[in-house]
């Protein structure tokens, strides 16, 4: 059996190729803290007062057996399912809130999604709706009740905010 001999530069190359492939990896770095320009912004943040919640003489909300007539109403807000406001409560088919503290923050993360609950503050505090899945746009104009497909916001339950300087 023959073998033939390998030139000795050929092999002097194949192996300072194969150190310096292997050898020479690239370094690391570790990743510097994001300045000031490149952090995220924070959220914008507005306040909001409640006004004004109406529930029309031809809501069928007003049928409810288990809320009081005239109902005494408050009013929560939820930002993702956690409470952030509740209300004084008030008497009555309309009311109105002109009290300072029923205010809350909204946030314009993308991520926030808003609830409103509307209570009847009887000794079992009763629910008589709930208007969900709002973002923070919803608060610049009147929130109506999801209604059918043939209901009028007229016969809606609607709930009325104004935007306020924060307290």
Same mark, same amino acid.
């Given at each position: 059996?023959?073998?033939?001999?390998?030139?000795?530069?050929?092999?002097?190359?194949?192996?300072?190729?194969?150190?310096?492939?292997?050898?020479?990896?690239?370094?690391?770095? @570790?990743? =510097?803290?994001?300045?000031? /320009?490149?952090?995220?912004?924070?959220?914008? *943040?507005?306040?909001?007062?409640?006004?004004? %919640?109406?529930?029309?003489?031809?809501?069928?909300?007003?049928?409810?057996?288990?809320?009081?007539?005239?109902?005494?109403?408050?009013?929560?807000?939820?930002? @993702?399912? =956690?409470?952030?406001?509740? /209300?004084?409560?008030?008497?009555?088919?309309? *009311?109105?809130?002109?009290?300072?503290?029923? %205010?809350?923050?909204?946030?314009?993360?993308?991520?926030?999604?808003?609830?409103?609950?509307?209570?009847?503050?009887?000794?079992?505090?009763?629910?008589i709706d709930n208007i969900t899945g709002l973002r923070s746009t919803a608060f610049t104009d009147t929130?109506?009740?999801?209604?059918?497909?043939?209901?009028?916001?007229?016969?809606?339950?609607?709930?009325?905010?104004?935007?306020?300087?924060?307290?």
């Open positions: 059996m023959h073998c033939k001999a390998i030139p000795l530069p050929y092999l002097w190359v194949v192996a300072l190729c194969s150190i310096l492939c292997t050898a020479h990896k690239p370094a690391v770095e @570790n990743p =510097t803290p994001p300045t000031a /320009s490149e952090e995220k912004p924070e959220p914008a *943040v507005k306040w909001y007062q409640l006004l004004n %919640v109406t529930i029309p003489p031809d809501c069928s909300l007003r049928s409810q057996p288990n809320i009081t007539k005239p109902p005494s109403i408050f009013v929560e807000i939820k930002k @993702n399912g =956690t409470q952030i406001m509740r /209300s004084t409560t008030q008497t009555g088919w309309t *009311v109105d809130y002109p009290k300072k503290g029923d %205010v809350f923050p909204v946030s314009d993360e993308a991520d926030a999604i808003y609830t409103i609950q509307v209570w009847d503050d009887c000794w079992w505090n009763q629910n929130v109506y009740q999801k209604g059918g497909q043939y209901d009028t916001k007229e016969r809606l339950l609607s709930v009325q905010f104004k935007e306020v300087q924060a307290p």
